[in-house]
């Protein structure tokens, strides 16, 4: 083999290992971790998110394969980890952070922000736009409003929505004319997040809908079970037969 060939090792750039490296780092020096996915968030909601995190939670982008190696890496170290790689979809960050899971939950939840629909999108759910006045006066608005499925009239002097109406039902595809007049009309139905898929913590994998329930109602449901094993224990003491 002549100098300088590589034939028969595969090259890794050096840039790549290290930045592995970081990142299982990460992932063994922090005693909760998790995976969560950021696609469609617009760069300054993003910078808003991370800026409500900063100092109790790193939040920590990278390619999804570099992520899943990490994960591995770390998961010599932290047995159980390596089922995080499994939820690496989209644009994934790493989440690092002292607050045990359902706080960390809980601040995501916080930084989250609501933003309206765009042409083309689908509906997270169905749009209802109430019956009720607007801010506008009146004008081809009027006509507008009608033309995307919002009933609309003139009412002392202001632009009202007649009557309720569900100009486009969940799923279903919004026209960029609807969206503009949703977006007129100061509707905003789609929620911006860090989109958490999984959290780690000494040997428990948490989901996010685990996450989702009060943590004072579990440690609630905890101790009540507690209390109810040692109520149990006196009990049996008391009708254990003497000898």
């Known amino acids: ?15 790549k290992k290290d930045e592995v490296n970081r990142l299982a780092k990460l992932l063994t020096d922090n005693p909760v971790v998790a995976v969560a996915e950021v696609s469609g968030i617009p760069a300054p909601q993003m910078q ?3 800026a409500s995190l900063r100092g109790s939670v790193a939040v920590v982008g990278s390619k999804n394969r ?39 939950f809980k601040s995501l939840k916080a930084g989250a922000s609501m933003a309206p629909l765009k042409g083309g999108q689908v509906a997270p759910h169905d749009i209802v736009i109430p019956k009720g006045g607007t801010p ?12 995307v499925g919002i009933s609309a009239k003139i009412e002392g002097g202001k632009v009202v929505i007649a009557k309720e109406s569900t100009p486009v039902k969940a799923g ?21 997040k860090i989109d958490l898929k999984a959290a780690f913590e000494k040997d428990t994998m948490y989901a996010p809908e685990t996450l989702a329930v009060d943590e004072s109602v579990i440690f609630g449901q905890i101790g009540i079970a507690v209390r109810t094993a040692n109520e149990l224990s006196l009990q049996m003491v008391w009708v254990t037969p003497q000898t």
């Open 48 to 50: 808003q998110m991370r």
């Open 172 to 192: 279903a595809i919004v026209s960029p004319e609807l969206a503009t007049m949703l977006a007129k009309l100061e509707i905003r139905p789609v929620e911006l």
């Open 136 to 147: 506008f006066g009146p004008g081809p608005i009027v006509g507008e409003l009608q033309k």
């Open 1 to 15: 083999m002549s100098k300088g060939t590589t034939e028969g090792h595969a090259h890794v750039a050096p840039w």
């Open 66 to 104: 570099l992520l899943a190696i990490a994960i591995q890496q770390a998961a010599k170290q932290r047995p159980g980890l390596e089922a995080l790689a499994d939820k690496l979809h989209g644009q994934s960050v790493i989440l690092a952070t002292k607050n045990n899971p359902f706080k960390l």
